[in-house]
T-cell receptor, first 114, second 113 residues
Framework: DAGVIQSPRHEVTEMGQEVTLRCKPI?????LFWYRQTMMRGLELLIY????????DSGMPEDRFSAKMPNASFSTLKIQPSEPRDSAVYFC????????????FGQGTRLTVV | SQQGEEDPQALSIQEGENATMNCSYK?????LQWYRQNSGRGLVHLIL?????REKHSGRLRVTLDTSKKSSSLLITASRAADTASYFC?????????????FGGGTRVLVKP
């Protein structure tokens, strides 16, 4: 397996634009996590899915953020409208359902909102 | 909010020395995991210790867990320049419908050759 694949690797957009980040988890993994990493806040859990169902979205900063997982092999994180404070590295990770397993991370998407 | 807090935030040592970093957390956990992140890259899993375990080894890594104090430590022995990275602890917490994995703030480790 190629691992967790995120796209794009880099995204520069203007304030107010819609941004969509994409993630392909490892085949067979039941859990998918979205994280945001900044110097100020560290690595924040935004939302996670279990078998394509959103379980906990309490980390999503506000209504401008939304995440979907239409099937087991694809997830998106959308920001609409984007703001400069959304600039960060966004990571997707996946893992097996079974108790006590490691998470595999993608390479991240570096988002810059100008 | 972050479940784990790491200490120290940064650590600078000479090659060959040992590096120790600590993690404290707030709620009951299923397990605690340590990850490594090289600059500009994603996180890579290092080691997992279950809530009923007290110590675990993997190569030059030694992890301890004290659930009564809600704390863990990661020891890297005989450090190498290639160990320079940020290290994060992560807690796996059982929720009603799933397992939540949240990370601490990390420790930046610099190993000088």
């Amino acid at each position: 397996d190629a691992g967790v694949i995120q796209s794009p690797r880099h995204e520069v957009t203007e304030m107010g634009q819609e941004v969509t980040l994409r993630c392909k988890p490892i085949s067979g993994h039941d859990y998918l996590f979205w994280y945001r990493q900044t110097m100020m806040r560290g690595l924040e859990l935004l939302i996670y899915f279990n078998n394509n169902v959103p379980i906990d979205d309490s980390g999503m900063p506000e209504d401008r953020f939304s995440a979907k997982m239409p099937n087991a092999s694809f997830s998106t994180l959308k920001i609409q409208p984007s703001e400069p404070r959304d600039s960060a590295v966004y990571f997707c990770a996946s893992s097996y359902t079974s108790w006590g397993t490691e998470a595999f991370f993608g390479q991240g998407t570096r988002l810059t909102v100008v | 909010s972050q479940q784990g807090e790491e200490d120290p935030q940064a650590l600078s040592i000479q090659e060959g020395e040992n590096a120790t970093m600590n993690c404290s957390y707030k709620t009951s956990i299923n397990n605690l995991q340590w990850y490594r992140q090289n600059s500009g890259r994603g996180l890579v899993h290092l080691i997992l210790i279950r809530s009923n375990e007290r110590e675990k080894h993997s190569g030059r890594l030694r992890v301890t867990l004290d659930t009564s104090k809600k704390s863990s430590s990661l020891l890297i022995t005989a450090s190498r320049a290639a160990d320079t990275a940020s290290y994060f602890c992560a807690t796996d917490v059982q929720e009603a419908a799933g397992n939540k994995l949240t990370f601490g703030g990390g420790t930046r480790v610099l190993v000088k050759p």
